[in-house]
Nanobody, 120 residues
Framework: QVQLVESGGGLVQAGDSLILSCRLS????????INWFCQAPGKEREFVAG????????YYADSVKDRFTVSKDRAGNMVYLRMNRLKPDDAAVYYC?????????????WGKGILVTVSP
């Protein structure tokens, strides 16, 4: 089992920055991709960004690749999502997930999610 706990969400204004954190614990996650997904009201949960725990490869959705940065702290078992130039469309519940690849179906473990609200 892998446990994931998100933190760092909140209310920001358009154009602001925010850093989400995901704390991982439990069994080894050396082989996993650690991803961020978001789900806005009435929409499907979609991939935002991810990082491979071992190789540090990073992946981004086209909509965020020039604004968001995913990183990890291996020693602290943390994965971060730095979100710059936030837009109202970025408002959603953000989930941290662990699994293979970047598709929702490939994720084995999920955090409970954290709310990000962006005011115009």
């Amino acid at each position: 089992q892998v446990q994931l706990v998100e933190s760092g969400g909140g209310l920001v204004q358009a154009g602001d920055s925010l850093i989400l954190s995901c704390r991982l614990s439990g069994r080894t996650f050396e082989t996993y991709d650690i991803n961020w997904f978001c789900q806005a009201p009435g929409k499907e949960r979609e991939f935002v960004a991810g990082i491979n725990w071992t190789y540090n490869s990073t992946y981004y959705a086209d909509s965020v690749k020039d604004r968001f940065t995913v990183s990890k702290d291996r020693a602290g078992n943390m994965v971060y999502l730095r979100m710059n130039r936030l837009k109202p469309d970025d408002a959603a519940v953000y989930y941290c997930a662990a699994g293979a690849g970047v598709s929702r179906s490939g994720m084995k473990y999920w955090g409970k999610g954290i709310l990000v609200t962006v005011s115009p």
